[in-house]
């Protein structure tokens, strides 16, 4: 049986960082069967937006053969979380939320989940891109910095899971889910993503406007037209199946994005039933959540009321989540003995009127609903 020892050092950033120390070698032999694949083959109605599903191994299936072992804690105080940065906003349609994980290490996040009792591991910022006009690209901008900064975030997510511990990705734009996805994938793991987002993100490059970050589940889903080296970024094409797939507070939905929802019975919880009643709404989502062996929590923050709680990287002046609502459904649905991890995207530290404020309350949010 192996020892493990984890040692707490305050880094000189201030915050803690914990050495993970062990007499045994984690075991990564066992590749990936296909077992965990799941054999579903949607067929389509002529002419409407469809689900591609083939394929070939992915350059992160050679480097990340591993089969997650299913024997986890349920005392989160006693799982090592990983705090994962990506701060970059390639996908996005402006610069900000690449300064998102530094602000949220300045003021104290890991200081907050360790008064909790919760052991972390701060891995730093595995990608950093500030966003660009991207010309020669019009429809798929920074593609190249997209999917580089998701395959460092998948890497990252793959040896945490594997590994039976918890992440905390701390984005950037939306984008940077396809990472989180592809790395819970690697290891192995049956998943299902909860996505709390004022908007769909079932664009592909085609039917949106050349901004990636509004096209990030549909690279999870394989929609037709979606660029293909980002929907092949998992070990499995497409990386997830509509069945895999909530929608938490969604509000902003196209004509193409609402066919594809329609076409392929993907569940929805609006925004109008999470404002109504966000306990009904919430244990509805951790019923639907509790059939998977891996839950993964997609938190974009346009999904708050702007006004109530700016800071958000879209301004809209909607009527959406109060902040202590998103902290209820946060704190239910990682209370779930399957959660294992948390992706927060489109934080924008420009857009609030007092940062340090904004970010004392959202890392006591985070803090609460992981510690």
Not at 116 to 121: D, E, I
Request: one cysteine or more; charged letters at 20%.
């Amino acid at each position: 049986m192996a020892v493990v020892a984890l040692v707490m050092i305050l880094g000189p950033n201030g915050f803690v960082r914990v050495r993970r120390l062990t007499t045994g070698s984690m075991r990564r032999a066992v590749c990936r069967s296909g077992a965990n694949a799941w054999p579903i083959r949607l067929r389509a109605n002529a002419g409407q937006q469809t689900l591609n599903i083939a394929e070939e191994p992915s350059s992160l299936q050679t480097r990340f053969a591993t089969r997650i072992i299913r024997n986890w804690s349920l005392d989160l105080s006693a799982r090592l979380l990983n705090i994962i940065g990506a701060a970059t906003s390639a996908g996005a349609y402006s610069p900000g939320q690449e300064q998102a994980p530094a602000a949220f290490r300045r003021h104290g996040l890991a200081e907050a989940l360790a008064s909790r009792g919760r052991t972390v591991r701060d891995d730093g910022d595995v990608a950093s891109f500030r966003w660009r006009p991207d010309p020669s690209q019009p429809q798929t901008m920074n593609l190249e910095a997209v999917r580089h900064a998701c395959d460092l975030v998948a890497s990252h997510v793959a040896t945490a899971i594997a590994a039976q511990e918890d992440v905390l990705v701390l984005g950037g734009d939306c984008t940077v889910e396809l990472g989180t996805v592809a790395g819970a994938n690697a290891a192995g793991a049956r998943i299902g993503l909860v996505y709390i987002d004022f908007d769909a993100d079932l664009n592909t490059p085609d039917t949106s406007d050349g901004a990636l970050d509004w096209t990030g589940v549909a690279h999870l889903l394989n929609i037709r037209g979606c660029e293909p080296s980002l929907a092949r970024l998992g070990p499995i094409r497409p990386m997830l199946v509509p069945q895999q797939l909530l929608y938490f507070g969604v509000e902003n939905i196209t004509p193409p994005e609402a066919a594809a929802i329609r076409d392929n019975a993907i569940k929805v919880i609006s925004r109008e039933e999470a404002l109504s009643d966000i306990e009904v709404a919430t244990a509805r989502a951790a019923d639907w959540a509790a059939r998977f062996d891996c839950v993964l929590i997609h938190f974009d923050v346009d999904a708050l009321s702007f006004v109530d709680f700016p800071i958000a990287e879209n301004v809209r002046r909607c009527d959406g989540l109060k902040l202590e609502d998103a902290a209820f459904a946060l704190k239910q649905l990682t209370a779930l003995p399957q959660w294992r991890g948390l992706t927060i995207t489109e934080v924008n530290p420009a857009h609030a009127p007092d940062e340090s404020a904004a970010f004392a309350r959202l890392n006591e949010v985070l803090a609460d609903a992981l510690g």
